[in-house]
């Protein structure tokens, strides 16, 4: 009965393996073949892969378009974790009525899905002039409605004894936030930046409403219009795409995958 028990579990761990890796296997061979051998069906590695990679290269600024991407996702999560996070702080160790209604309120608001602000943040963003601009992706970004509840659920595991004597010894509450809070919950907030960085990577519905211009795309973008650049798609290149948009977000899961882990089971580091 053990046996056959192993024998089933083994077996299903196994066809999840496979479907969860076939697509990037099949992402990552596309890449080295033609779109025609793409549209049939073929699962081996080709010859293609450095005439993709010209095609790309030739038809688009990637170096440009890649650096958009990372300027965005890099100050979206340095402003989001500082800014979520004191909120989350304030609104765990300084809890007030009026502060547990607010709270409600941003509980509330995180089930109202982005598309239906699509327009009042458009006119928002023209009335400041910012179409067409970084700053109109970035600012809407900041305040992470989910980021401000993961971040006060793990500062409930903080012991309010050390913020005391934080502030026996003269600290104030922004020094304690920033040299004794922080400290301490270094897992908590590579998780958090893992999170905000995928977030802002991968998004595409606000770059498509407020970026115009090539020069100011994303990588989300590109893939977007290399599948409508013309009548035929070439998959081929937009597999190359694929993969070089994955690469920052793989790097980034790689270095700091323990921290993601401790963050997300609520680790304290004492």
């Known amino acids: 009965m053990k046996k056959l028990t192993s024998l089933l579990k083994y077996t299903f761990l196994i066809i999840s393996s496979f479907i969860s890796i076939f697509p990037f296997y099949w992402m990552i061979a596309g890449a080295t073949n033609t779109a025609n051998q793409i549209a049939e069906g073929k699962l081996t590695f080709g010859d293609q892969l450095f005439v993709n990679l010209q095609d790309l290269f030739g038809a688009y600024d990637i170096p440009l378009i890649m650096w958009n991407s990372l300027k965005i996702s890099g100050v979206t999560v340095i402003l989001s974790l500082i800014i979520t996070s004191l909120a989350a702080f304030g609104f765990e160790k300084f809890t007030t009525k009026t502060s547990e209604l607010i709270y409600g309120l941003i509980l509330l608001f995180m089930v109202i899905p982005l598309a239906s602000l699509v327009i009042p943040l458009f006119k928002m963003m023209a009335g400041l002039q910012l179409v067409n601009q970084h700053l109109a992706i970035i600012l809407p970004a900041i305040n992470n409605l989910f980021l401000i509840f993961f971040f006060r659920q793990n500062f409930k595991s903080f012991p309010n004894?050390?913020?005391?004597?934080?502030?026996?010894?003269?600290?104030?509450?922004?020094?304690?936030?920033?040299?004794?809070?922080?400290?301490?919950?270094?897992?908590?907030?590579?998780?958090?930046?893992?999170?905000?960085?995928?977030?802002?990577?991968?998004?595409?519905?606000?770059?498509?409403?407020?970026?115009?211009?090539?020069?100011?795309?994303?990588?989300?973008?590109?893939?977007?219009?290399?599948?409508?650049?013309?009548?035929?798609?070439?998959?081929?290149?937009?597999?190359?795409?694929?993969?070089?948009?994955?690469?920052?977000?793989l790097i980034l899961f790689l270095f700091m995958q323990k921290g993601f882990v401790k963050g997300m089971t609520g680790s304290l580091k004492m």
């Open 161 to 249: 004894e050390i913020i005391d004597a934080s502030k026996i010894e003269g600290a104030s509450n922004y020094e304690i936030f920033f040299r004794v809070v922080f400290p301490m919950m270094k897992s908590t907030y590579a998780a958090a930046a893992i999170y905000a960085f995928m977030n802002s990577w991968n998004s595409y519905l606000l770059p498509l409403i407020f970026l115009q211009t090539e020069n100011k795309y994303t990588m989300t973008l590109l893939i977007s219009s290399l599948s409508s650049a013309s009548y035929v798609a070439n998959y081929g290149t937009q597999m190359v795409a694929i993969i070089i948009a994955t690469i920052p977000t």
